[in-house]
C-alpha cells in the first residue's frame, strides 16, 4: 500500500483531505458532555396521599407499589419514601442499556395492576411516572421586580406558561416546580360550623353538586321534524369560576326563608393548592422550576435549549417579572472540555519541540505534526458515526493518542533519513526501500496497541462505558496513525524531504553540540547496558525484588471511582429540629444565607423551604449555591475551601442541622457526594430496631478516623398525635367511622373536592379548616361529627389524643425498611477505604440488619472487582498477538516482562501526590501497558533480527539497543512531554486530568528509563533459559541498520 502513495502522492492528499473534511463537518454535530451516558437509566414513581402517616402511605400505598416492581424486567434497585407530608416518591434504576421506553410501559403496566387496591384519594390525585435522572441539571427562577405579583402568583405563572413548554424540549425528564399553582381555597370556621348544624361533608357534597359540568345538548337536534331550520347547543353556566360565586353557594335554605351561604362559615379565596414549600433566591421571594435531565439527555444541549426558551417565554411576561438561572451544572462541563482542549494544543506544541530538538530539521518535523490533525479529525468522525459525545475520556485518549500519533510518522521519517544519510538515495528511492523494511514492524504495533485497548471495550456496567469511548477512541486514533503512516507521511517524505549527506549530523552551533552530547549519553548507555546483560541472572533477581515490592505497593493503594471536581457548586442540606415550623426553617434559612453571602465567590444562593434532598416537611430546606467563574475567584475559593470554612460556622448554627456538600463527580449517581450507605432490616425487626442500628452503627462511625461527616440522610424522630377512637363509643352516640374520617380529613388535612376554571385552566377546589382552628389538640378534639339522628357530637366524646415520638418518614430500599447513611472519606483516605470501613463497622451490628451500596459507591465497587480481570485480558491479548506474529513463546515474553516497570512508574507517582487507584488510574495503567511493550517491540525486533544473522544472544541485544536508543528516547520524551500538561492541570476537570495524566507520565519515565536497560536482559535471559535457536532466513537481516548506524 505504501508503495501506491509514494508513486501517486495527490491520492496520498485526497485521502487525507477526505478524512478531515469528513471531521470537519462532523465536529459541530458531536455532542458535548462531562462523561459518556454513564448514569442507568431511572425512572420516577410519585404520588399523593394527603393528610395521611408515613405509616398509613407506606402499607397502603408504597408496599403495594414496590411488590409490583419486583417483576419488571430489568430493574436493578428501587428506594422509596413516604413522608408525613403525604408524599410518596419510588425511584427505580434499570439496568445499563435497558431500553427505558420499554421500561416505562412495563412500570406503568404495575401500577396499573395495583392502582385498584391504593386509596380513592390517591388515584384521584394521580400516580406519576417519569424519567429522570437524580439530581438536578439546572433552577430556572422568576422574581417580580415590583413586587406586583407574589410567590403564589409566580408559581401559577410557571404552571401555566412555562412547565409543559419545557418538558416538551428533547432530553428534560423532570421538571419540578418549587412553589404551587392556585386553587379555590375554601377555609372553613368549625365553630361557625357546629353553630348552624353543618359539617365537612355537608359543604364537600354542597360545593359537589353546584360546581358540576352539565352536558344540555342542542335544540333542533336530529332527529327533528321536516322543518327544522334551526340548531343550537345550549350552555349551562353549571361551573362557579370565581371565589364570590363559591362564597355565594347556598348550603342550606331555612323555613323563615334565610339562607346559609359558604362565605357565611368559610373564607373563600383563590389561593395556594398547597403551601409547602418556599422559595428564595438571594434571599428574595421567588418561584422556581428546577430540570432534571432524561436518561438520554445531554446536559449542555438542554441547558443551551432550556436557556432558549426561557428567553423566548420572557417576552410575554408580565410586566417587572424577570428570570434568572441561579444554578447550572453545564458550564462546568463546557469548561473542562474547554480546559482540556488547551492541554491538547499544549500537548501538540510540547511534541513538536522534541522532535525538532532529535531531528534539527524543519522539514522532518513538520511531516510527523501534519498528521497529528488528520488523525484526529478522522476519529472525530468515526466517534460521529459510533454515537460517541465529546467528553472528557474521548478528550483525553486523543491527548495521550498524540504521542502514538507521531511515534508511527517519526519511525517512517527517521527510517528515510538514515537510507538517504547512509545509501546516498535519493528521497524517493530512500523512501521505497525505507517503507518494505518497516511496513510490518508498524501493523505488528498497531495490531499490539489496539488488542491493549480493546478488551475495555466489552465491559459491563457504568465502568464499561467509561471504558469503552476511551478505548474505542484510542484505538480508532491508533487505526488512522498507521493507515496515514503507510500512505500520507511517506508520500511527504518522497516529495517533500532533500537529499542529506552522510555527516549532515555533524552540524555546528547548538543542533552540534546536543548530537555530540546524545552521541556520548548513547555510548555510556550502550556500555552499562552491555554489562547489565552479561549479569542477567542477577538483574532478574533485581527485576523479581521490584514486581514484589511493585505488588505490595499496588495492592495496598487506596481505592476510589471517579475524582470529586471543583464544580463551581455548593449543594446544603437543611434540617430542622423536628417540631420545627415552616417559619421557624426560613429563619435558619436567612442565617445560612448570611453566612454564604460572606463569601466572596459566591454569584447566587437559591434556596428551598420544604424540599431536601433528605425529606420533605416544614422543617427541611435545600440551598443551591452558586460559585462565580474559576477565572475570577479570589485565592482559597475552590469548592472545597469554601465547604470546609462554611460548614465550621453550619455547625455553629443552634436551630438546624446543615452540611454544604458539592455534588456528584457523574451525575445520576445521587444527589451529592461521598458514599451512599443503606442500612436494612432485612429479619422484620421493626422500625425501632433499625433505628437503634443506625444509631450504633454512627457512633462507632463517629469514632472511626476512616470516616468522616457520617449522618443520617433523612427526619428525625418527630411529634406525633395518637388518635385513638372508641368504635363502641362511636357507635353509641349513632356516628359512623366514614363520617369521622371526612371530618378529620377535611379540616386537619386538605379535601379535594374536584376542579373549577379559572383563567381558562382547571384548578383545584380545596376544602380545610382555617389555620386558626388547627392550632393545637384541643382544636381537634372540639371537632363535630353529625349522628344518624342529625346531632352534633364533638369528637372528645369517643376519641382521645395522646403525644408520642414517630418517624416523619419511612423509607426502603428494594422492598426493605431502610436507613439511608451518607458520609465522606476522612481527609487523606480515600473513597475505597471509606467503603471498606462502613463494611467493618457494619459487620459488628446485632443479626437481622444487612446493608446495600447506592449510587456511586454501588458502582466503585463493581468496577473495582472488574479491574484485575481487565489488566488480565489486555496482558493475554498482547502476548498471545505477539506470539503469532513472531511465532515464539520466548520472544513475546521478553517483550511482556517490560510491562511491571511501567506499572511502577504509574504506582509511585499516584503514591507521591496521594492519588487513589480510580477509574481515571486503571485506564492509565491499560494505556502504559501497550506503551511499554511498544518500546520494548522496537529492540527486541531488532535482536531477534540481529541473532538471526548469528550473532549472540549478548551482541544483539545491546547492539539493538544502542542503535534503538535515540527513536526511542525521542519518541517517549515526546509523549512523556505530551502528558505534562494533564498531570498539572488546574481548574475546571483538573482532579481528573491530574488523575490520568500523573499515572501516564509516572509510567512513562520508569517504562522509557527502566526499560532500555532491562529489555536487553529480559533477551538474554529469557532466550537463554529457554535455549531457543531460530534458524537464519534467507532475508534474515534485511530490516536491521548496519551496526555502524550511530543516528537513527
Known amino acids: 500500500m505504501a508503495q501506491l502513495f509514494i508513486k501517486r502522492p495527490v491520492l496520498a492528499w485526497v485521502f487525507a483531505f477526505f478524512i478531515m473534511i469528513a471531521g470537519i463537518i462532523t465536529i459541530p454535530s458531536l455532542p458535548v458532555a462531562q462523561y459518556p451516558a454513564v448514569a442507568p437509566p431511572q425512572l420516577s414513581i410519585s404520588a399523593s396521599y394527603p393528610g395521611a402517616s ?145 359539617t365537612a361533608a355537608d359543604i364537600s357534597a354542597t360545593i359537589t353538586a353546584q360546581n358540576a359540568q352539565v352536558a344540555a345538548g342542542q335544540i333542533g337536534a336530529t332527529p327533528n321534524p321536516i322543518g327544522q331550520d334551526l340548531t343550537a347547543t345550549v350552555i349551562v353556566e353549571g361551573q362557579l369560576n370565581s371565589a364570590r360565586q363559591f362564597g355565594d353557594v347556598i348550603l342550606r335554605a331555612n323555613p323563615d326563608g334565610s339562607t346559609v351561604r359558604l362565605r357565611d362559615i368559610a373564607r373563600v379565596e383563590n389561593g395556594a393548592e398547597n403551601y409547602s414549600t418556599t422559595s428564595r433566591l438571594n434571599g428574595n421571594p421567588s418561584a422556581g422550576l428546577a430540570i432534571q435531565l432524561s436518561s438520554t439527555g445531554n446536559a449542555v444541549s438542554v441547558s443551551k435549549a432550556v436557556k432558549a426558551k426561557m428567553d423566548e417565554l420572557s417576552k410575554f411576561f408580565p410586566k417587572g417579572v424577570e428570570y434568572s438561572i441561579p444554578y447550572d451544572t453545564s458550564p462546568f462541563v463546557s469548561a473542562s472540555i474547554e480546559k482540556v482542549v488547551h492541554t491538547l494544543i499544549e500537548a501538540i506544541a510540547l511534541v513538536f519541540i522534541v522532535m525538532f530538538v532529535f531531528l534539527q530539521n524543519f522539514r522532518y518535523t513538520i511531516i510527523p505534526t501534519l498528521v497529528v490533525p488528520v488523525a484526529l479529525l478522522g476519529t ?141 549519553m548513547t555510548a555510556g548507555y550502550t556500555k552499562t547496558a552491555a554489562g547489565l546483560a552479561r549479569r542477567s541472572g542477577r538483574m532478574m533477581a533485581v527485576y523479581l525484588a521490584l514486581v514484589i515490592g511493585l505488588g505490595y505497593i499496588f495492592v495496598n493503594l487506596p481505592g476510589s471511582f471517579v475524582p470529586e471536581e ?165 357507635n353509641t352516640f349513632g356516628v359512623s367511622f366514614s363520617d369521622i374520617n371526612e371530618a378529620i380529613t377535611s379540616n386537619l388535612g386538605s379535601s379535594y373536592i374536584n376542579d373549577y376554571p379559572n383563567a381558562g385552566r382547571m384548578q383545584q377546589v380545596i376544602v380545610q379548616a382555617d389555620g386558626r382552628s388547627r392550632m393545637q389538640v384541643e382544636d381537634m378534639m372540639k371537632l363535630n361529627v353529625r349522628n344518624a339522628s342529625g346531632g352534633m357530637v364533638p369528637l372528645a366524646s369517643f376519641a382521645t389524643a395522646d403525644w408520642r415520638k414517630g418517624d416523619p418518614q419511612i423509607v426502603g430500599y428494594n422492598g426493605y425498611p431502610t436507613v439511608r447513611i451518607t458520609g465522606q472519606a476522612a481527609e487523606g483516605k480515600s473513597s475505597g477505604a471509606a467503603i471498606t470501613e462502613m463494611e467493618r463497622l457494619a459487620s459488628e451490628l446485632p443479626d437481622g440488619f444487612g446493608y446495600e451500596w447506592s449510587g456511586q459507591s454501588r458502582e466503585e465497587i463493581s468496577s473495582g472487582n472488574q479491574a484485575p480481570i481487565l489488566f488480565g485480558f489486555s496482558i493475554l491479548f498482547v502476548f498471545l ?108 476537570s483538573a482532579a481528573s486530568q491530574n488523575a490520568i495524566g500523573t499515572g501516564v507520565l509516572g509510567g512513562m519515565i520508569s517504562a522509557t528509563l527502566l526499560a532500555v536497560f532491562f529489555v536487553p536482559v529480559f533477551f538474554v535471559f529469557v532466550l537463554s533459559l529457554l535455549r531457543t535457536k531460530r534458524p537464519v532466513d534467507d532475508d534474515a537481516g534485511a530490516d536491521v541498520p548496519p551496526a555502524s548506524a550511530a543516528h537513527p
Open 566 to 730: 471543583d464544580q463551581g457548586i455548593l449543594i446544603v442540606d437543611i434540617q430542622g429540629p423536628p417540631e420545627a415550623s415552616a417559619n421557624r426553617t426560613i429563619a435558619s434559612l436567612k442565617q445560612i444565607e448570611a453566612i454564604f453571602k460572606a463569601e466572596p465567590a459566591v454569584e447566587n444562593i437559591f434556596a428551598v423551604q420544604g424540599f431536601s434532598f433528605s425529606g420533605n416537611g416544614p422543617n427541611s430546606a435545600i440551598a443551591f449555591v452558586t460559585l462565580k467563574d474559576w477565572s475570577v475567584r479570589p485565592a482559597g475559593s475552590s469548592v472545597p475551601e469554601i465547604a470546609e470554612r462554611v460548614n465550621a460556622q453550619l455547625a455553629g448554627l443552634k436551630d438546624a442541622t446543615s452540611y454544604a456538600l458539592s455534588p456528584p463527580p457523574i451525575d445520576g449517581f445521587g444527589t451529592t457526594s461521598g458514599f451512599s450507605f443503606r442500612l436494612q432490616d432485612r429479619a422484620g425487626r421493626g422500625q425501632k430496631a433499625l433505628k437503634q442500628a443506625a444509631d450504633e452503627l454512627m457512633a462507632k462511625a463517629a469514632q472511626s478516623g476512616v470516616v468522616t461527616n457520617v449522618r443520617v440522610e433523612g427526619m428525625q424522630e418527630a411529634a406525633q398525635i395518637m388518635l385513638a377512637i372508641d368504635r363502641e363509643k362511636a
Open 380 to 520: 472525530c468522525a468515526v466517534m460521529y458515526a459510533t454515537g460517541f459525545s465529546i467528553n472528557v475520556l474521548t478528550m483525553f485518549a486523543m491527548v495521550l493518542a498524540i504521542g502514538i500519533l507521531v511515534d508511527d510518522a517519526i519511525v517512517v521519517v527517521e527510517n528515510v533519513e538514515r537510507i538517504m544519510a547512509e545509501e546516498g538515495l535519493l528521497p524517493k528511492a530512500a523512501t521505497q526501500k525505507a517503507m518494505k523494511q518497516i511496513t510490518g514492524a508498524i501493523l505488528g504495533i498497531t495490531l499490539v496497541l489496539s488488542c491493549v485497548f480493546i478488551p475495555m471495550a466489552f465491559f459491563p456496567g457504568a465502568s464499561g462505558i467509561i471504558y469503552r469511548q476511551f478505548s474505542l477512541t484510542m484505538v480508532v486514533s491508533i487505526m488512522f496513525s498507521a493507515f496515514l503512516a503507510l500512505s500520507l507521511t511517506p508520500a511527504l517524505c518522497a516529495t517533500f524531504l532533500k537529499p542529506i549527506k552522510a555527516d549532515h549530523h555533524a552540524k555546528k552551533g547548538l543542533g552540534g553540540w546536543f548530537n555530540r552530547k546524545f552521541d556520548g
Open 54 to 198: 408515613p405509616q398509613e402511605i407506606y402499607q397502603g400505598v408504597t408496599r403495594l407499589i414496590e411488590e409490583e416492581l419486583n417483576g419488571v424486567h430489568g430493574i436493578v434497585n428501587f428506594e422509596s419514601t413516604s413522608d408525613n407530608s403525604g408524599s410518596v416518591s419510588i425511584n427505580a434504576t434499570f439496568a445499563s442499556g435497558t431500553d427505558i421506553g420499554k421500561a416505562t410501559v412495563d412500570v406503568q403496566n404495575a401500577v396499573r395492576r395495583v392502582e385498584a387496591r391504593l386509596p380513592q384519594t390517591v388515584r384521584t390525585q394521580g400516580i406519576h411516572v417519569e424519567e429522570a435522572s437524580a439530581g438536578f441539571l439546572l433552577i430556572a427562577a422568576l422574581t417580580s421586580t415590583d413586587g406586583k405579583m407574589d410567590e403564589i402568583a409566580l408559581g401559577d405563572y410557571i404552571n401555566r406558561n412555562i412547565l409543559g413548554e419545557l418538558r416538551r424540549l428533547p432530553g428534560v425528564g423532570r421538571a419540578q416546580v418549587f412553589a404551587s399553582q392556585r386553587a379555590l381555597r375554601v377555609w372553613i370556621d368549625p365553630d361557625k360550623m357546629v353553630g348552624l348544624h353543618l
Open 881 to 988: 498477538l505477539l506470539a503469532g506474529l513472531y511465532e515464539s513463546w520466548s520472544i513475546p515474553l521478553s517483550v511482556m516482562l517490560v510491562v511491571p516497570l511501567g506499572i511502577i512508574g504509574c504506582v509511585l507517582a499516584a503514591v507521591l501526590r496521594e492519588m487513589p487507584n480510580d477509574l481515571y488510574f486503571k485506564v492509565g495503567l491499560i494505556a502504559i501497558i501497550g506503551l511499554s511493550a511498544k518500546n520494548a517491540i522496537l529492540i527486541v525486533e531488532f535482536a531477534k533480527n540481529y541473532h538471526a544473522q548469528g550473532k549472540s544472544l549478548l551482541e544483539s541485544a545491546v547492539e539493538a539497543a544502542r542503535v534503538r536508543f535515540r527513536p526511542i528516547v525521542m519518541t517517549s520524551l515526546a509523549f512523556t512531554l505530551g502528558v505534562v500538561p494533564l498531570a498539572i492541570a488546574t481548574g475546571p
